[in-house]
């Protein structure tokens, strides 16, 4: 299995994992109901500040499990969705943030990136 990554809804960067060599920032995970949960250095596998975003997602759709969260996401149905922002006042909305098609590591070497290590 790779790794799972988003684009922030509020910055529009690619959330970077602690081994790609892309410095890492500090994300925010929130729910629908005003919690948050910050994550300084993300390792890649879906965990900020210790709450697991398939988890959190299944726990908004009335589930409980990582297995079923995923199961939600890659459904083809409507479903509540966690938020990823780097603003710690971003305020929950009712929109999927956008998977990271280089899964926070693939990144293409050749691009001039300032957030390079």
Same mark, same amino acid.
């Given at each position: /299995?790779? #790794? #799972?990554?988003?684009?922030?809804?509020?910055?529009? @960067?690619?959330? !970077?994992?602690? $081994? *790609? &060599?892309? @410095?890492? #920032?500090?994300? $925010?995970?929130?729910?629908?109901?005003?919690? *948050?949960?910050?994550?300084?250095? $993300?390792?890649?596998?879906?965990? #900020?500040? &210790?709450?697991? +975003?398939?988890?959190?997602? !299944?726990? /908004?759709?009335?589930? @409980?499990?990582?297995?079923? &969260?995923?199961?939600? !996401? +890659?459904? @083809?149905?409507? +479903?509540?969705?966690?938020?990823?922002?780097?603003? *710690?006042?971003?305020?929950?909305?009712?929109?999927?943030?956008?998977?990271?098609?280089?899964?926070? $590591?693939?990144?293409?070497?050749?691009?001039?990136?300032?957030?390079?290590?």
């Amino acid at each position: /299995m790779g #790794f #799972f990554s988003w684009i922030t809804q509020d910055s529009g @960067k690619s959330i !970077a994992n602690q $081994y *790609s &060599g892309k @410095k890492t #920032f500090v994300v $925010y995970l929130k729910d629908n109901k005003g919690n *948050s949960w910050e994550e300084t250095n $993300y390792d890649g596998y879906g965990i #900020f500040g &210790g709450k697991d +975003f398939y988890e959190l997602l !299944a726990e /908004m759709n009335g589930k @409980k499990t990582r297995d079923e &969260g995923i199961e939600i !996401a +890659f459904s @083809k149905k409507r +479903f509540l969705s966690p938020n990823l922002s780097e603003d *710690s006042l971003w305020e929950w909305v009712d929109e999927e943030p956008e998977h990271c098609p280089d899964q926070g $590591y693939f990144y293409d070497d050749s691009e001039d990136d300032e957030d390079d290590l």
